[in-house]
């Protein structure tokens, strides 16, 4: 299986037939519960609309709660938002901007409240791409590599571009398998469904990160941004425009400097675009953040941002072991393949 980069051959859903999906299936919302539906002004209205009918049409209580854009992804919400956050049973974030590295976020998730604290903004996402695929399936291998992910000492990721990254994962729990589903109080994830991802250990990180294509904030790129990473950070960030504008911010926010993820995409279905809430879950690429690691995501390092930059035919190794090659599955990582998977097919 190779890297999603081009969705051409996917079906086309209706806005409604993925809201009833995520409602329904996903997030498993039950009569009277509180469901918080978190957008910005840049939120396509047919997103909170088709999610608020569902609701009612599954007797649930929805709100939605509006407001204009944050700066940055991983910048907290407004106190409003954050209150409801909190005071839901189910959240599903819909923003311009993520606030699943916030302490909106991790607030509501000790509270008790479950969800998806990102997820596209833009209807064309819904109706196409990363967000039509079966993530029941998905969560099978997520959480198969998630096991395996356990089991190791050192991350490498090697690509063509001229990333070579080396860290320290020891003891870290792997995040977003729950690929989006969650039905339990406290679980939270982001969509679209499709990654396995953790903080490596503050001070560990070695090496070069070359991001490609498109990053958190700074869209899509105008050419690679190589970032130098000694003992945990970045030191140095090179390349065109977009490199500029991106020291700008690390320059600006306290431990933006900080390697905060890396995350391993396995959604088949997902396009590789200018949006990286849907580029970073393409099978066959692995994401590298920078800044907030916290937040009950699992890492030490709290900040006001987290960017994720994509890395392309990306090798992985797990202590020296190649788990893939080059977006390609390694034959003996095949195990952690599901042995099958059902299709959930539009509704008539």
Not at 54 to 78: K, Q, Y
Not at 166 to 188: F, Y
Not at 256 to 264: C, H
Request: one cysteine or more; proline letters at 6%.
């Amino acid at each position: 299986m190779t890297s999603g980069t081009a969705a051409t051959t996917s079906p086309t859903f209706a806005v409604a037939d993925i809201a009833e999906r995520v409602a329904r299936d996903y997030l498993g919302l039950r009569p009277g519960e509180r469901f918080a539906i978190i957008i910005d002004d840049r939120t396509d209205p047919e997103i909170p609309r088709e999610l608020a009918r569902v609701a009612l049409a599954l007797d649930a209580d929805p709100v939605v709660v509006s407001f204009a854009p944050r700066a940055r992804s991983g910048a907290e919400p407004p106190a409003s938002a954050a209150a409801a956050m909190a005071a839901a049973d189910v959240v599903l974030c819909a923003a311009s901007t993520s606030f699943y590295h916030t302490a909106a976020k991790a607030a509501a998730q000790r509270a008790g409240a479950r969800g998806d604290f990102n997820a596209p903004y833009r209807a064309d996402a819904w109706r196409l791409g990363a967000m039509t695929a079966d993530f029941l399936a998905i969560r099978e291998r997520a959480e198969r590599l998630a096991a395996l992910w356990r089991l190791a000492r050192e991350v490498r990721i090697t690509s063509p571009a001229g990333t070579d990254l080396r860290a320290t994962v020891t003891g870290r729990e792997p995040m977003a398998w729950l690929t989006g589903i969650c039905r339990n109080p406290g679980e939270v994830s982001a969509l679209p469904g499709g990654e396995v991802s953790l903080p490596p250990l503050e001070g560990t990180s070695e090496g070069v990160v070359v991001w490609e294509r498109v990053a958190s904030d700074l869209g899509a790129l105008d050419g690679p941004v190589t970032i130098t990473v000694r003992a945990g950070r970045a030191t140095e960030i090179r390349g065109g425009a977009s490199a500029a504008r991106l020291r700008v911010i690390v320059a600006s926010v306290t431990d933006a400097d900080n390697i905060g993820e890396i995350g391993i995409g396995l959604n088949p279905a997902a396009r590789i675009g200018d949006e990286i809430t849907e580029a970073k879950k393409a099978f066959g690429t692995v994401h590298v953040a920078l800044g907030d690691s916290a937040n009950e995501y699992g890492g030490l390092v709290e900040c006001d941002v987290h960017l994720d930059g994509l890395v392309m035919a990306p090798t992985i190794e797990f202590d020296g072991i190649a788990v893939v090659v080059a977006a390609k599955l390694a034959p003996r990582s095949t195990k952690w393949l599901p042995s099958g998977s059902v299709r959930i097919e539009p509704r008539a």
